[in-house]
């Protein structure tokens, strides 16, 4: 027989116990810690965010925070917050938990957090197992699933994957069959989806992976996009169902259905992306951007970049004969940067200074 025990987190005064591996405490404000002391990482549970911690020089430090919004459009909706409940349930017998947030939005809608924790794993990767997103009565809205304080040093950009790699040892992963996935310069992270019926579940995660990719050493070119609103012609039909009243009895039916046609204009947006003249170093791990839209243009050719001017030159990323030109290299962490000797001073003062080059 199992045993289990629910906490509704609200109605509890602070509580600590353990459960094999984890520790976990309740504290009166509804706030809720799970913290797996072995691998130095902790995650605590708020009405309106969850929160990733990990230890850096002896103390706590945040290395993500998770949110959920739901949008009609453009317009964000607006929570019930004094209907969120958050519950822990606790088998002792298989020792894992579950804390389940509710959310309730005062349209209808609820959101279902739930993140699952097994005090037998010794695994960092697998804290918490999973974390399910529920979504009820949400159809034809739109969610979006959002981290905070990444360490991030790159630019913004798109994303195409399912997953993404910080610094700070974390990581993000993400349900496939998103609408768009961006990541932003001050360390954000966005997903959106289409809710297409009454009950749709998404499973996503921010995590400390055993061992963490990070972005090789090079160059490369940043996209920047704009959002675009316009207006977008949707089209509706409706049934309605009229008593069939014929004195006759030459109904076949008890009920005409008639469908109606309606068509209207509502808010939209789109993401408008092109390449720039801007650059993305990544030199032993750490990133810089440099904007070369005043010097002129660019090339990427393997573990070099090269920029010829525009006031002597054509522009082309190709450095050739009578050309201001300038030549970064990378070899085994060292970015080392050469100007043509003969480049002019007015030029010259176009182009980006590089903090973490080497040589020159």
């Known amino acids: 027989m199992q045993h289990q025990v629910v906490l509704a987190v609200k109605m509890a005064t602070k509580t600590t116990y353990t459960l094999g591996a984890l520790l976990i405490t309740l504290l009166i404000s509804g706030v809720v810690y799970v913290t797996f002391p072995d691998a130095n990482v902790k995650l605590r549970i708020d009405e309106d965010k969850s929160t990733f911690y990990v230890i850096e020089d002896s103390r706590w430090v945040v290395s993500g925070r998770e949110y959920n919004s739901l949008f009609e459009g453009t317009t964000k909706m607006n929570r019930r917050s004094s209907g969120i409940t958050i519950n822990i349930t606790t088998d002792y017998d298989n020792n894992q938990t579950t804390i389940k947030r509710v959310t309730p939005y005062i349209r209808g809608p609820i959101i279902i957090d739930t993140y699952t924790f097994d005090g037998q794993n010794t695994d960092v990767e697998l804290f918490p197992i999973k974390h399910i997103v529920e979504i009820i009565n949400g159809s034809d809205l739109l969610y979006r699933y959002e981290v905070k304080d990444l360490d991030y040093n790159g630019s913004r950009k798109k994303l195409y994957d399912i997953s993404m790699s910080f610094g700070k040892n974390m990581k993000v992963a993400w349900q496939k069959d998103y609408r768009w996935a961006w990541v932003y310069a001050d360390g954000i992270l966005k997903v959106q989806y289409d809710i297409l019926s009454d009950y749709?579940?998404?499973?996503?995660?921010?995590?400390?992976?055993?061992?963490?990719?990070?972005?090789?050493?090079?160059?490369?070119?940043?996209?920047?996009?704009?959002?675009?609103?316009?207006?977008?012609?949707?089209?509706?039909?409706?049934?309605?169902?009229?008593?069939?009243?014929?004195?006759?009895?030459?109904?076949?039916?008890?009920?005409?259905?008639?469908?109606?046609?309606?068509?209207?204009?509502?808010?939209?947006?789109?993401?408008?992306?092109?390449?720039?003249?801007?650059?993305?170093?990544?030199v032993n791990k750490s990133a810089e951007e440099k904007d070369f839209t005043a010097f002129g243009a660019c090339k990427v050719d393997g573990n070099t970049l090269i920029c010829d001017s525009r006031d002597d030159g054509n522009a082309d990323g190709v450095c050739q004969s009578g050309e201001t030109c300038v030549t970064y290299e990378l070899d085994n962490g060292s970015l080392t940067v050469t100007e043509d000797k003969d480049a002019l001073d007015f030029v010259k003062n176009k182009i980006p200074v590089v903090s973490m080059a080497v040589a020159k």
């Open 200 to 282: 749709q579940k998404f499973e996503v995660r921010l995590f400390d992976p055993l061992d963490v990719l990070v972005e090789k050493d090079g160059f490369s070119q940043v996209t920047e996009c704009e959002t675009i609103d316009y207006f977008e012609k949707v089209i509706t039909y409706h049934n309605y169902s009229i008593p069939c009243n014929d004195i006759n009895g030459t109904c076949k039916e008890p009920f005409y259905i008639i469908t109606t046609r309606n068509s209207s204009l509502v808010p939209a947006q789109r993401e408008e992306c092109k390449l720039v003249e801007k650059y993305s170093f990544t």
